[in-house]
């Protein structure tokens, strides 16, 4: 008998060229890239930059030390530091860092080095005056995040409110069977079923619009002693607040070395109660989808299974789903995280934040996707009225609570309404003319014989034609 085959293993793989670990550097890219201006190392790094040369402004124009101010035209060239910030201070900044082994100090010497080259030697040592590496970190992570928040992540999520806004005007008439638990339940439409999801997410924009996006800028230990001792006699905290909140930001006056990282935590809190609701909506039009209410309108060239030719699978909303997934569990261990520092300081704060573009990034592919498959079903308004046909038993909630008003009214003696309708409805189906024929037997008032007689499973939706829009 022969044995089983034995294979060499290898020993030593291809080396391939530098990879990217993470899909969204790789696969995704084209999706997420606008986050990379704000939320890579090398955006941290140009809002670094930014930091430390609107500190030497704000000190120059306000004559501290004996310095006069900046002509506008030395302003303008300073700006252009972080302004023109490209290729060659990234590579600049690499090499020196793999020597301090410390990112901001590296970035004050970028700051000092082009200070020569622009002949401003005189103010080189307001570089990084009194401030602590936390000082310019906390602004440049406000801004940051401040900026991709506002500049790509609500205009994404906006994208995908207006959509939902679109579709639920669109089907605002479309009458739809509910399942409630997952049961033939009180008809509704598609569009007032759309337009919760955009209602929802619509208040918690704003709450997410309306965050606060703080900084601190008070020192080693939130304190201002370095400036203290460097001049007793200038209101440093008034100094730092004009300068934080100069730059679009909010101020923190009472801290320790760290900005507490409490505005972090709604925000991403807020993000994370968005992505829910964002998660809601993608499992359920993908169920709507797999019961036919929706069908999916086949893209050009692409291909649903390896194997099945007949397919289109909902990839978007599987796509959103478990990005929203990732997105969830990343946000929620920042905020877990950054509310806890031990004492004054510890690091812990540092790596977590590097991941913020890493989690910003997920839930910005599922907003892409969301808004992708929104665009890409088309409403199968047969179905939905073939389905409600089929379940004329919906009708008894009408029923039983019209006989209830009527024996109020004083124009029925029937007993128990809603026990009479459980034993004419529950578990079978009840066809129109069955419910008709009970209908027109029953004891209450012409008026309201003739509304149950005239209500279909269709036509019963309450107003969610006028909700919906």
Partial sequence: MRGPI???PLTTPNTFPVQPLSPLDGRYRPAVAPLGDYLSESGLNRARVEVEVEWLIALTDRSLFE????????????????????????????????????????????????????????????????????????????????????????????????????LGVEHA???????????????????????????????????????DFLAKFSGATGTWSAHLSADPDADW????????EGLGLGFNVLTTQIESHDWQVELYDRMRHAGGILHNLATDIWTYISIGYFTQIPVAGATGSSTMPHKINPIRFENAEANLELSAALLGSLSQTLVTS???????????????????????????????????????????????DTNWEVLAEAIQTVIRAEVVAGRSTISDPYALLKELTRGHRVGAAELAE?????????????????????????IAERLAK
């Fill in 6 to 8: 034995r294979r060499t």
């Fill in 237 to 244: 905290p008034t100094i730092a607040r004009e300068y934080v």
């Fill in 173 to 211: 008439d479309a009458a739809m069977l509910s399942r409630t638990h997952g049961q033939p339940a009180t008809p509704s439409t598609m569009g007032k079923e759309l337009a919760v999801f955009a209602w929802r997410l619509e208040r918690v924009r704003a709450q997410i619009a309306a965050s």
């Fill in 67 to 166: 310095t006069s101010p900046l002509s506008d035209s030395d302003k303008e060239r300073l700006r252009g530091l972080y302004r023109d910030f490209g290729q060659n201070e990234i590579d600049w900044l690499a090499e020196k860092e793999a020597v301090t082994r410390h990112d901001v100090k590296a970035v004050e010497y970028l700051v000092r080095d082009r200070l020569s080259t622009l002949g401003l030697d005189a103010i080189a040592e307001l570089t990084h005056f009194a401030c602590t590496s936390e000082d310019i970190n906390s602004v440049s992570y406000a801004l940051t995040v401040k900026r991709a928040v506002e500049n790509v992540w609500l205009p994404a999520l906006d994208a995908v409110i207006e959509k939902l806004r679109a």
């Fill in 438 to 462: 009970f209908v027109s037997g029953l004891e209450i008032g012409d008026a309201a014989k003739q509304r149950l007689l005239a209500l279909t499973p269709a036509t019963y939706t309450g």
């Fill in 342 to 388: 031990r004492l004054q300081r510890d690091l812990t704060d540092s790596t977590t934040q590097r991941n913020i573009g890493v989690a910003f990034g997920h839930s910005l592919l599922a907003l892409d996707n969301l808004r992708r498959g929104l665009g890409e079903i088309s409403l199968a308004r047969e179905v939905l009225l073939g389905d409600l």
